[in-house]
C-alpha cells in the first residue's frame, strides 16, 4: 500500500519561497503521475499542480501558474513543488497525492494522499 | 470548468438517505470523483468515475450521472459519515474541485 509523507512547511514572508517534499512508498513511483492540492484555513479543497509519471508534462491551476513549479525524481522516489513569490493567500495545508490510474493523462482522480504539511505566508 | 455542488451544508439523522448534487459548467462526461473529508484528517477517495466506489468503501455510498450532473447518495447515514463530501473533475487538464457539502448532524 502506497504511503505519503509530506515536509517542508513553516512560515515565510511575503515574496519570498518554500520548497516542499513528498516522500512515497509502497508503489511503483514512476508509473504514476502525482498532484499537489492545498486547502486554506477554513475553506475547500484547491488543486494545485500534477506532474506525469515521467515527468514530461506539468500542470498548474491559474491561480499558481508562474510562481510554482512541481518537479519529481524517480529515483528517489520524492515529488516536490517549488514555490516561489509566495503570497497570504498562498497560506494552506498542502497535500500530495497519488492518482489512481497510470498514464500521461489520468482520470480517475486521487486515491492516496499524505497527511498534509502547512504553509503560512506571514510578514 | 466550474463545479458546484449543493446543498454547500445540511443537517441530517443517522439512517437519513442522503444526496448530493454536483454540476459542471461544461460536459466532462464520467470523468468525476468524489473524496470525504473529516476535519484535520486528509481527504478519503470515495468514488471514481462517477460511479465506481474505491475499495475498502461502504456499499451505501454510491455515485451517479454524467454529463454535467451528477449525484452522491449515502443510502443510510452512519455516525462516521458525517463530514464534508468534495466532488472533483479530471476531465480538462486543470482539475478543479466542487466547493464542498458539510453533512452535519441534525
Known amino acids: 500500500e502506497a504511503v505519503l509523507v509530506e515536509s517542508g512547511g513553516g512560515v515565510v514572508q511575503p515574496g519570498g519561497s518554500l520548497r516542499l517534499s513528498c516522500a512515497v512508498s509502497?508503489?511503483?513511483?514512476?508509473?504514476?503521475?502525482m498532484s499537489w492540492v492545498r486547502q486554506a484555513p477554513g475553506k475547500g479543497l484547491e488543486w494545485v499542480s500534477r506532474i506525469s509519471g515521467t515527468a514530461e508534462s506539468t500542470h498548474y491551476s491559474d491561480s499558481v501558474k508562474g510562481r510554482f513549479t512541481i518537479s519529481r525524481d524517480n529515483s528517489r522516489n520524492a515529488v516536490y513543488l517549488q514555490m516561489d513569490g509566495l503570497r497570504g493567500e498562498d497560506s494552506a495545508v498542502y497535500y500530495c497525492a497519488k492518482t489512481v490510474d497510470s498514464g500521461d493523462y489520468p482520470r480517475y482522480g486521487l486515491d492516496v494522499w499524505g497527511h498534509g504539511t502547512t504553509v503560512t505566508v506571514s510578514s | 470548468i466550474q463545479m458546484t455542488q449543493s446543498p454547500s451544508s445540511l443537517s441530517a439523522s443517522v439512517g437519513d438517505r442522503v444526496t448530493i448534487t454536483c454540476r459542471t459548467s461544461q460536459n466532462i462526461y464520467s470523468n468525476l470523483n468524489w473524496y470525504q473529508q473529516t476535519p484535520g484528517k486528509a481527504p478519503r477517495a470515495l468514488i471514481y468515475a462517477a460511479s465506481t466506489l474505491h475499495g475498502g468503501v461502504p456499499s451505501r455510498f454510491s455515485g451517479s450521472g454524467s454529463g454535467t450532473e451528477f449525484t452522491l447518495t449515502i443510502s443510510s447515514l452512519q455516525p462516521e459519515d458525517f463530514a464534508t463530501y468534495y466532488c472533483?473533475?479530471?476531465?480538462?487538464?486543470?482539475?478543479?474541485f466542487g466547493q464542498g457539502t458539510k453533512v452535519e448532524i441534525k
Open positions: 509502497g508503489v511503483t513511483f514512476s508509473a504514476y503521475a
Open positions: 472533483q473533475q479530471t476531465y480538462s487538464t486543470l482539475w478543479t
